[in-house]
């Protein structure tokens, strides 16, 4: 089939890439000119594992080009997939601005029937402004889906090609049959449904995988008043089906591109309706309010932290991605800052666009090479996205390079017993602590 993907973000260029691997011809378009020159060179603005070998094959294969030629992209396809961003206006809402534009383009090249898919994340209802968007513009026939997508950074290209399911929300039986078509590759499990109920299961998962977090994170706090194990307790909750064991693990809670803006939206569309969504609303702040446990901890141990040299491992909102967007890191670093600690701080991958996106004039931060320049001489190493490099470190080296010897683990990655061969004193999330000490003396 041939299929225009409009904007080369996260879902467009993931999408568009698989979609040309299925064997499909695929024009990836973008307006900013630099972008489609570097996908034209080979490379991906985004850093995500396997994409860009499977880029260059499509690409060298002839099934997958890029281009900022909107028009001719839009009338050589069958298929329209609109991927740009619905970024957060600041009251929460989806800003949707970019999707009009792109529907009234849409309109006014259209040469013929197509099927014109809205991937990108929007609210209930939006879908049926986008076919008045581009109705207003053309006389052509077309019909529009939302056909929502589940992709998680890091594992973007193999959630791509090995979904859960396949949402099809369209009121049209003939558009539902191209679509049917199209992921017939992927996967048997396919939802048929309204658009408007597609539209809404999108934000539900996101909002019930928040939720699930939320509330883990929650028990491994009283975890740890009680002295429980948070894992042994999600253990044995996810191993009831009706629970299941995925998104139970406790730690600094959830960030990233979807999560925070999804439930935020969600709340916003239920309050404009006048609907409470209480649930979700507390999802959110216990979401805040996880993060400031590194600095209860921090503060458990050391006292006040002017002057103190403080480690972070890790910037990136989880390990496989170098998205800063919604990091705990950044919370957790600026609120170490206003309280007069040193830090140094080193991420494998996300560094510099942490840096650049978040701490550009910061001069007080030491940005290190090394994790190991991390840990020599620090009063405490705090742990925040659980990157292969620290899990697999040497416990009995961290301890012998730290000044101080308090390890804050927010992801919960060393083995209990392991940690209590060494003379580390460690605290985790909703596990016992290993060697505690609640006196300011340790450092
Ligand atoms: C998520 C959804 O999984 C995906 O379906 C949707 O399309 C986009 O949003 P993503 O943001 O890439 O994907 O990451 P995900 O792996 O879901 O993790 C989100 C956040 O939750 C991360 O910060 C992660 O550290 C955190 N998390 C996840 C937990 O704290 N505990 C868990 O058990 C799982």
């Not at 216990?286 to 972070?312: A, C």
């Not at 292969?388 to 060393?414: P, Q, T």
């Amino acid at each position: 089939m041939k299929i225009a993907v409009i904007g080369t973000g996260y879902v467009g260029l993931v999408s568009g890439v698989c979609f040309a691997e299925l064997g499909n011809e695929v024009i990836c378009v973008d307006k900013l000119s630099e972008k489609i020159a570097m996908l034209i060179a080979g490379k991906t603005p985004i850093y995500e594992p396997g994409l860009q070998e499977l880029m260059i094959r499509n690409s060298n294969a002839g099934r997958l080009r890029f281009t900022t030629d909107f028009a001719s992209a839009i009338r050589e396809s069958e298929i329209v997939i609109i991927a740009v961003g619905t970024p957060s206006l600041p009251n929460g809402e989806a800003n949707l601005e970019f999707i009009q534009a792109v529907a009234s383009e849409i309109g006014s090249v259209l040469n013929g029937y197509k099927v014109i898919v809205t991937k990108s994340t929007v609210p209930v209802g939006t879908n049926d402004q986008v076919v008045n968007w581009i109705r207003e513009q053309t006389a052509q026939p077309f019909d529009v889906a939302s056909v929502p997508e589940f992709l998680r950074e890091g594992t973007a290209v193999r959630d791509t090609l090995n979904p859960d399911r396949i949402v099809i929300g369209t009121s049209s039986q003939r558009a539902a049959n191209v679509l049917y078509e199209l992921h017939r590759p992927l996967t048997d499990q396919v939802v048929q449904t309204d658009i408007r109920s597609a539209e809404m299961i999108k934000y539900a998962s996101n909002a019930f995988l928040a939720t699930k977090i939320s509330f883990i994170n929650e028990i491994a706090n009283i975890c740890e008043k009680v002295e429980a194990n948070v894992e042994e307790v999600a253990r044995g909750m996810g191993l009831d089906s009706r629970i299941g064991s995925s998104f139970l693990r406790a730690g600094i809670g959830y960030g990233g591109s979807c999560f925070p803006k999804d439930t935020q939206a969600l709340i916003q569309i239920a309050g404009n309706l006048s609907y409470d969504f209480k649930l979700l609303k507390s999802v959110v702040e216990v979401n805040k309010l996880q993060r400031g446990s590194v600095l209860d901890k921090l503060h458990e141990t050391l006292g006040n932290l002017q002057g103190r040299i403080i480690g972070i491992w890790g910037l990136a909102f989880k390990p496989g991605t170098d998205d800063v967007r919604e990091a705990p890191a950044f919370d957790i670093i600026q609120r170490l800052l206003d309280e007069g600690a040193e830090l140094k701080v080193y991420d494998p991958i996300a560094q510099d666009n942490f840096r650049q996106v978040y701490f550009s004039d910061e001069t007080s931060i030491n940005w290190c090479n090394d994790m190991w320049d991390v840990v020599d001489n620090s009063d405490a190493l705090c742990l925040l996205t659980e990157w292969d490099c620290f899990v697999k470190a040497d416990l009995e080296e961290i301890d012998l390079r730290m000044h101080g010897s308090i390890l804050i683990d927010g992801r919960n990655v060393y083995r209990l017993e392991d940690v209590s061969k060494t003379g580390l004193h460690y605290y985790s999330v909703g596990r016992p602590v290993i060697n505690g000490q609640l006196d300011h003396t340790l450092a």
